[in-house]
Nanobody, 115 residues
Framework: QVQLVESGGGLVQPGESLRLSCAASGFTFSSYAMNWYRQAPGKQREFVAV???????NYANSVKGRFTISRDNAKNTVYLQMSRLKPEDTAVYYC?????????WGPGTQVTVSS
């Protein structure tokens, strides 16, 4: 079955950078789009970024120009490079994919941006 495991979260100060990773298994990774979502306390989960199998990327307006999504098909891993972090980026970040027509989620990784 599809398994996703996020890592790389932590506590950083505003303006700093962080790179998240999501290790995937249970499907043909290179054939499917991979997404990052996030959920802040008291808010709904929201889309952050997507990278398709052909490496087309798209971003939420709130992170455009600061975040970069990438993938390494040899490692079955998708990354989210986050730069110029803001306190409003504080959230649990989730990896997502739909190779079986359903939403598959990892357990998430906490990112806290605070001085």
């Amino acid at each position: 079955q599809v398994q996703l495991v996020e890592s790389g979260g932590g506590l950083v100060q505003p303006g700093e950078s962080l790179r998240l990773s999501c290790a995937a298994s249970g499907f043909t990774f290179s054939s499917y789009a991979m997404n990052w979502y996030r959920q802040a306390p008291g808010k709904q989960r929201e889309f952050v970024a997507v990278i398709t199998s052909s490496e087309y990327t798209n971003y939420a307006n709130s992170v455009k120009g600061r975040f970069t999504i990438s993938r390494d098909n040899a490692k079955n891993t998708v990354y989210l490079q986050m730069s110029r972090l803001k306190p409003e980026d504080t959230a649990v970040y989730y990896c997502n994919t739909r190779p079986d027509g359903r939403n598959n989620w990892g357990p998430g990784t906490q990112v806290t941006v605070s001085s």
